[in-house]
């Protein structure tokens, strides 16, 4: 997908869960996890045997 400014600021509005540890750069974590986002429904083999939090402890 294209990273746009709209779909950037759209992202960069802190879920509740974000705004409780804050952000000192919401538009840049807005657009890391957009990347990350898109390579995950681009290439959905690469997460695949990913483990599960359990899984580590």
Not at 5 to 33: F, K, Y
């Amino acid at each position: 997908m294209t990273d746009t400014p709209d779909r950037t600021e759209t992202r960069a509005e802190l879920l509740p869960e974000e705004q409780n540890v804050d952000s000192a750069d919401p538009e840049g974590q807005a657009r890391e996890v957009l990347r990350d986002s898109d390579r995950r429904t681009e290439h959905p083999e690469a997460t695949q045997g990913r483990r599960h939090p359990e899984d580590t402890v």
